[in-house]
């Protein structure tokens, strides 16, 4: 008897020693997001396609050791509450144990969490919110304390207006081109929020001056309705008497959903370009009752654009695995945990400022483009590194514009899969000439 | 720019003035200020988008409409008649309501932007100006509605009883009428029509689970503005907020997003002038 339960505890207890060994040999990453939400559910979802395929590989190699990567769902609720996005990421690090943060979404809500990683002095890697302040001023200026701190996506907002502007560019000269108007007039319209208002600046500026410099166009006047407005019929109808063929939009919140549905129930006939973030999302039409045809905006992924020789691979899988196609807090979630894995590898320890200085020597190319740190620790705009794209919904499908043979110094620069232009037919009979 | 000011804020007061009747209707007549009302929109709304799915618009539309009934009256039978008599109470516990009628939706629906298709699509002009037809449709429903609740509340037996009940419950017990048969008729209506401006605006509406908020403080500030429990008051202050709203957007385009500020705001000043509101008294006087 005494035998029978002798070796049984030895039994137990040696499974206890390889499962403790097994333990150590685990990464926890945090997915933190509002998982109820789109963008959060699409960072989990990008996530675990990367988690996944590590694994199946080998998981990742640092030093002489070999780990397996487990992903922690986090749920921040930061669409409602920052506070509990912050303690979210606490219980995160206290209870769950993490070792690494991934994701993130609404700006405020990030600058909270990210202070709690710098408590913690865990590293996180930004996969969704885009304010410059999240990292410029923060790394630069106390490198000791935020150097934990990195951005794979979005491109920051300083970055995706440059791009959103060349948008417009492509639009206003669409305009003149097809339709015979040599000063198109541009509607702004841009949400209330801090992050649009260098935009609207610089967006007036830059359509009022003449080329090369300018567009060489006129402002046919800014409306700036709030970012959760739920009708926005009286800004399209007077944006109509207003004459404008191009209606430049910066929005970032709900407000995208009905500009969708009343312009295009309307008619309204001005070409709408910018960044519309609801546009972005492959419920766009549902959400407008099919009415969100021709809405083009910046965003990070199209059907069929191979960025990189990434891309199309990604695009793939994700559809496979979870029958949506990926937005850019997935791409930015896949691209991370990659990062995360290649930066472990080389600094071939778990010490925390050895990863850190090889993150820092990032030069790694995800679905989205190549990510190359910056000194702020933000992922590097430009040609040959993360642009994002032109997307336009034609046909009931988005499809890429844009970059197409786009011009930088010597370089001409086209993606794969990306096609012209579309005015909306409804433009295109009103203006006419 | 005049005839613009004039469509829309006409277009927009009627899905106001939709959203305002019932709120008033209940406070009206139940004394019951249910900060759920919107949220019963809100399923309304999330009803039709489901069982659209299922069946035609005239069959989703019926079951929505029996889905928010069936939940008011439980709400009002369970929740709120045991606790008629502390209104700050009943106020909390319709928020409460609200609130988990808001976590549910996000539950079952998750928190992607729906919509539902518009019964009449395409836009008309009027005065140059282009309408959606929806919108058009959304008006004169709005006003068979108000004229259909006046009917009810003025031209029958059951109507004269919910008013007596709401003048004077001692008195009304009295002559024979059950006050608690009277709430549930109350409720019952005050649900119906949430129910029915949620089939009416939700063509034009983005569902989402938090849609309830936006119409709420419209809704409050119409009723208020217009005194509270008044039905002519509550068009009466849904047409102000709307025209206010209008012209804000019209004449200062840079601060459209001021629109629901500025439309307080008048309420705020015509409430200093006229503190019972434009029909309060007018009101109280005709019941």
Do not use: C
């Not at chain 1, 990008?46 to 487990?70: K, M, P, S």
């Not at chain 1, 995208?256 to 006939?269: E, Q, S």
């Not at chain 2, 720019?1 to 277009?11: D, P, S, T």
């Not at chain 2, 309408?131 to 006003?143: K, R, S």
Request: glycine share 10%.
């Amino acid at each position: 008897m005494l035998r029978i339960s002798m070796s049984k505890w030895l039994t137990l207890g040696g499974l206890a020693v390889l499962t403790s060994l097994a333990w150590a040999q685990t990464l926890r990453i945090g997915v933190v997001g509002p998982m109820a939400f789109v963008q959060g559910a699409h960072m989990w979802y990008g996530a675990t396609l990367a988690a996944e395929e590590i694994n199946r590989a080998g998981g990742i190699q640092v030093g002489d050791r070999r780990y397996r990567i487990e992903l922690l769902r986090v749920d921040t609720n930061e669409m409602l509450s920052v506070t509990d996005a912050a303690t979210a990421v606490e219980r995160a690090i206290t209870a769950q144990r993490v070792d690494f943060l991934v994701g993130g979404f609404r700006s405020e809500a990030v600058l909270a969490m990210t202070e709690v990683a710098a408590d913690y002095k865990r590293i996180f890697i930004i996969t969704g919110a885009g304010l410059d302040g999240i990292l410029a001023g923060r790394v630069d200026r106390n490198y000791e304390r935020f150097k934990y701190l990195f951005r794979v996506s979005p491109n920051r907002s300083s970055d995706l207006a440059r791009t959103s502007l060349l948008l417009l560019g492509e639009v206003v000269q669409a305009v003149r081109q097809q339709l015979g108007i040599p000063r198109p007039k541009v509607a702004i319209l841009a949400e209330r929020a801090a992050w649009a208002d260098p935009l609207v600046e610089t967006a007036t500026r830059l359509i009022a001056a003449p080329p090369p410099q300018g567009y060489g166009a006129e402002v046919a006047g800014t409306w700036r309705p709030s970012a959760v407005a739920t009708d926005v019929t009286s800004e399209l109808t007077a944006i109509q008497r207003a004459g404008a063929q191009v209606i430049y939009t910066v929005l970032s919140g709900p407000v995208g959903v009905p500009f969708g549905r009343d312009w295009g129930r309307l008619r309204i006939p001005a070409a709408p370009v910018g960044i519309n973030v609801e546009a972005q999302q492959e419920t766009w039409l549902k959400a407008t009752d099919n009415l969100g045809n021709y809405v083009a905006t910046l965003s990070s992924l199209a059907p069929g654009v191979a960025i990189t020789p990434k891309t199309i691979p990604f695009i793939t899988s994700f559809q496979a695995r979870f029958k949506e196609f990926p937005i850019y807090t997935a791409s930015g979630a896949y691209g991370a945990l990659y990062v995360l894995a290649d930066a472990l590898n080389r600094a071939g320890t778990l010490d925390v400022e050895a990863v850190v200085k090889a993150l820092e020597a990032t030069d790694l190319v995800g679905p989205s483009g190549r990510i190359v740190f910056d000194k702020t620790h933000d992922v590097t705009w430009g040609p040959g590194f993360t642009t994002g794209l032109g997307v336009q919904w034609v046909g009931n499908r988005m499809q890429a514009f844009w970059p197409r043979n786009w011009r930088v110094g010597d370089k001409v620069i086209s993606y794969a899969g990306v096609r012209p232009y579309q005015l909306p037919p409804w433009v295109v009979e009103a203006w006419r000439r | 720019m005049f005839a613009a000011i004039l469509v829309n804020g006409l277009v927009l007061s009627g899905i106001y003035g939709m959203l305002a009747l019932g709120f008033a209707l209940t406070y009206g007549v139940a004394r019951i200020l249910n900060l759920a009302h919107t949220a019963f929109y809100m399923v309304a709304a999330y009803a039709l988008f489901f069982f659209l799915g299922w069946t035609g618009f005239a069959g989703a539309a019926l079951l929505g409409v029996l889905v928010v009934l069936l939940l008011a009256l439980a709400a009002y039978g369970l929740l709120l008649e045991p606790l008629r008599e502390h209104e700050a109470t009943v106020l909390i516990v319709t928020i409460a309501l609200a609130l988990l009628l808001q976590e549910v939706v996000l539950l079952l629906f998750g928190g992607h932007f729906r919509s539902v298709p518009a019964l009449l699509p395409g836009y008309v002009e009027v005065l140059g100006v282009r309408v959606a037809q929806q919108a058009l449709l959304a008006l004169g429903f709005a006003a068979a509605v108000l004229l259909a609740a006046w009917a009810l509340l003025k031209g029958t037996r059951l109507g004269l009883g919910i008013r007596a009940a709401a003048q004077d419950q001692e008195a009304a017990e009295l002559v024979g009428i059950s006050l608690s048969r009277a709430g549930y008729w109350a409720v019952g209506l005050g649900a119906l029509l949430a129910a029915l401006a949620g089939l009416a605006v939700a063509p034009m509406a983005t569902l989402e689970p938090h849609m309830w908020n936006p119409p709420l403080l419209v809704v409050l500030a119409a009723v208020v503005l217009g005194g509270l429990g008044s039905l002519p008051g509550a068009l009466s202050g849904a047409l102000v907020l709307a025209f206010a709203e209008v012209l804000v957007v019209n004449l200062v385009p840079g601060g459209a997003f001021l629109r629901t500020a500025v439309a307080l705001f008048i309420m705020v000043l015509v409430l200093v002038a006229r503190p019972e509101g434009l029909f309060g008294v007018g009101f109280a006087e005709e019941r």
